[in-house]
């Protein structure tokens, strides 16, 4: 009894102790604050200058200091790229960025992530079908969602390699290709990235558009999250027709990096709309080169789970009809209502030519 | 060695455009592109100050950093210029530089602009000295000549001056002496501000 209540009058005292020493932190980052409060923003900022004789300082220095801080005046001069403006101190943060973190954190982040792809490929090997195949498909992709997968898909691929070249090839082809044959793929690779990448905007939209029914989040995810999706644990997590590490690929990557490579990259690429200032393109690249990068990293996962990591998973998206043992196992409640619905698996036996499974007859028995 | 500088004396620039007219009608240069201009700062008001800009052959040049395909090279001179067969217009260098220096023929959809065009300091290009090819793209050589650039060279007042970077800062340095100051020009209100 008497031991009891001395452990929570010694709990009392730590708690007390915890809560001063969080208010003296806080409080010493607060009260400094407040003279913000009192001090007028022009005082702190410097006033308004205005030509005056009483007060007259130094023009010479003023027009300095006003050019320093990227302050435009008057110039005759016409033309697309002639700006007013003496100074822009945006042009050396940007080439801080770009030949900083943009391309060192940046480089190493997709070696990192392509490395610990192969690692874990190499540790766990290929998603088997658990129970074999069953030889029976049912439909998993239309025919216009293929058609509009493999069309993003490969524009994805391409405005990647060429992105990554206009970034890295200095670093990387320049000295395997030299400098006038890097020039000339970097000007094709340009041109290709430059028109490209408007075609595949529009495919990443339609995705958006056609698909994000099927990614609203539920209960069912949150659960799939706590089982750490089947790769930990060997136990298959329930899922509707996407689970919830395809749902993060799409709002996170389709969707959000998607969204922001989309609006920066057409900033960039339409120069004759003419509102960007030298400010607004060069906050543009950066951010259309840090999303992209991590898309892509993103994509590496992506592309691994899709193809190599998970058997059976590749086929739904190359000739749209999934075994159903796979359906079972990856997407079950998605299997379920397929089967509700009436549909019919079909054997592989009896698929149309030109459809060929993909994988030889003689594994689909076991 | 020189390293070749400009510096416009902003206390004698006039804004008669000279140095402007001279640089376009010296190198051919197209319609729309300026490889030099005078800006004009609080243009109307009493204490109105005109500078006129070009490249300014940066010693640490951020057009030359941030070039996907590394067409800019730094002469013995100093003087930083590029190669336009390797150029492929993406625009970088024109956000890099803080001087609005590099400049391009076209402003198109999808990012056409064409071989980027910069100040060469008169220095010409990496094409053979006089040659037809040099002309054509980067405009005369006149350093070549053992002249300095024209825009400087044709100043009325002298306030854009070009050279070896040493000796035009001696030139700024006695004008500065000679010319003295008002009080204002010194001293706490002028290095801080008013009330501060």
């Given at each position: 009894m008497r031991s009891q209540a001395q452990a929570t009058k010694a709990s009392r005292r730590w708690r007390a102790m915890l809560w001063s020493l969080?208010?003296?932190?806080?409080?010493?980052?607060?009260?400094?604050?407040?003279?913000?409060?009192?001090?007028?923003a022009a005082q702190v900022y410097g006033p308004e200058r205005e030509f005056s004789e009483e007060r007259a300082t130094n023009p010479r220095s003023e027009m300095w200091r006003d050019a320093r801080f990227g302050e435009g005046g008057f110039t005759t001069q016409t033309g697309p790229y002639v700006t007013n403006q003496m100074i822009a101190n945006i042009g050396e943060n940007w080439r801080q960025v770009r030949t900083g973190p943009m391309t060192t954190i940046g480089g190493w982040f997709l070696i990192a992530v392509l490395v610990l792809i192969s690692l874990f490929f190499a540790f766990t090997g290929r998603a088997r079908i658990e129970e074999g195949r069953?030889?029976?498909?049912?439909?998993?992709w239309k025919g216009y969602e293929r058609f509009l997968h493999w069309f993003t898909a490969l524009s994805f691929i391409v405005l990647a390699i060429?992105?990554?070249?206009?970034?890295?090839?200095?670093?990387?082809?320049?000295?395997?290709?030299?400098?006038?044959?890097?020039?000339?793929?970097?000007?094709?690779?340009?041109?290709?990235?430059?028109?490209?990448?408007?075609?595949?905007?529009?495919?990443?939209?339609?995705?958006?558009?056609?698909?994000?029914?099927?990614?609203?989040?539920?209960?069912?995810?949150?659960?799939?999250?706590?089982?750490?999706?089947?790769?930990?644990?060997?136990?298959?997590p329930s899922a509707g027709k996407m689970n919830g590490g395809e749902k993060v690929w799409f709002w996170g990557g389709v969707f959000t990096l998607g969204l922001i490579v989309i609006v920066s990259g057409f900033i960039l690429d339409f120069p004759n709309w003419g509102f960007q200032t030298r400010e607004i393109m060069?906050?543009?690249?950066?951010?259309?080169?840090?999303?992209?990068?991590?898309?892509?990293?993103?994509?590496?996962?992506?592309?691994?789970?899709?193809?190599?990591?998970?058997?059976?998973?590749?086929?739904?998206?190359?000739?749209?009809?999934?075994?159903?043992?796979?359906?079972?196992?990856?997407?079950?409640?998605?299997?379920?209502?397929?089967?509700a619905r009436g549909e019919r698996p079909v054997p592989e036996s009896e698929l149309e030519d030109g459809k060929a499974p993909a994988h030889p007859a003689g594994q689909s028995g076991h | 060695m020189a390293r070749m500088k400009f510096l416009c004396d902003a206390e004698?620039?006039?804004?008669?455009?000279?140095?402007?007219?001279?640089?376009?009608?010296?190198?051919?240069?197209?319609?729309?592109?300026?490889?030099?201009?005078?800006?004009?700062?609080?243009?109307?008001?009493?204490?109105?100050?005109?500078?006129?800009?070009?490249?300014?052959?940066?010693?640490?040049?951020?057009?030359?950093?941030?070039?996907p395909v590394d067409c800019f090279y730094t002469t013995a001179?100093?003087?930083?210029?590029?190669?336009?067969?390797?150029?492929?217009?993406?625009?970088?260098?024109?956000?890099?530089?803080?001087?609005?220096?590099?400049?391009?023929?076209?402003?198109?959809?999808?990012?056409?602009?064409?071989?980027?065009?910069?100040?060469?300091?008169?220095?010409?290009?990496?094409?053979?000295?006089?040659?037809?090819?040099?002309?054509?793209?980067?405009?005369?050589?006149?350093?070549?000549?053992?002249?300095?650039?024209?825009?400087?060279?044709?100043?009325?007042?002298?306030?854009?001056?070009?050279?070896?970077?040493?000796?035009?800062?001696?030139?700024?340095?006695?004008?500065?002496?000679?010319?003295?100051g008002r009080p204002q020009t010194w001293g706490w209100e002028a290095a801080y501000g008013e009330g501060v």
């Open positions: 969080f208010a003296i932190i806080i409080l010493a980052m607060a009260l400094p604050s407040i003279g913000y409060l009192v001090a007028d069953s030889g029976m498909t049912v439909v998993r060429t992105g990554l070249s206009l970034l890295f090839g200095r670093y990387v082809l320049i000295p395997v290709v030299g400098h006038s044959g890097f020039a000339g793929y970097a000007q094709g690779a340009m041109y290709v990235h430059n028109f490209l990448g408007p075609a595949f905007s529009v495919g990443v939209l339609f995705m958006i558009i056609l698909w994000a029914k099927d990614n609203i989040p539920n209960r069912t995810d949150l659960q799939w999250f706590k089982q750490g999706g089947g790769i930990v644990g060997g136990k298959h060069a906050w543009s690249q950066s951010i259309h080169a840090i999303a992209a990068i991590i898309w892509i990293g993103f994509f590496f996962g992506h592309a691994y789970i899709g193809t190599l990591g998970t058997e059976g998973a590749l086929e739904g998206m190359t000739r749209g009809r999934v075994d159903t043992n796979w359906a079972k196992q990856h997407h079950d409640l998605w299997y379920e209502d397929v089967i | 004698r620039c006039i804004e008669c455009q000279a140095c402007v007219t001279a640089c376009k009608n010296e190198h051919e240069v197209p319609w729309g592109v300026n490889r030099r201009r005078v800006i004009v700062m609080n243009d109307g008001k009493p204490g109105e100050k005109a500078v006129s800009v070009a490249c300014m052959h940066c010693t640490d040049a951020p057009c030359a950093a941030v070039c001179d100093g003087i930083v210029l590029h190669d336009k067969d390797l150029c492929i217009g993406c625009g970088y260098c024109f956000y890099a530089c803080p001087f609005g220096a590099p400049q391009y023929p076209q402003q198109s959809a999808f990012g056409v602009r064409g071989k980027m065009d910069k100040c060469t300091f008169c220095a010409g290009g990496p094409e053979e000295v006089h040659s037809s090819a040099e002309l054509t793209k980067y405009g005369t050589n006149r350093v070549e000549e053992g002249k300095l650039p024209l825009c400087a060279e044709m100043c009325s007042t002298k306030a854009l001056l070009a050279g070896d970077g040493d000796i035009v800062a001696d030139i700024y340095r006695k004008r500065i002496i000679t010319r003295g």
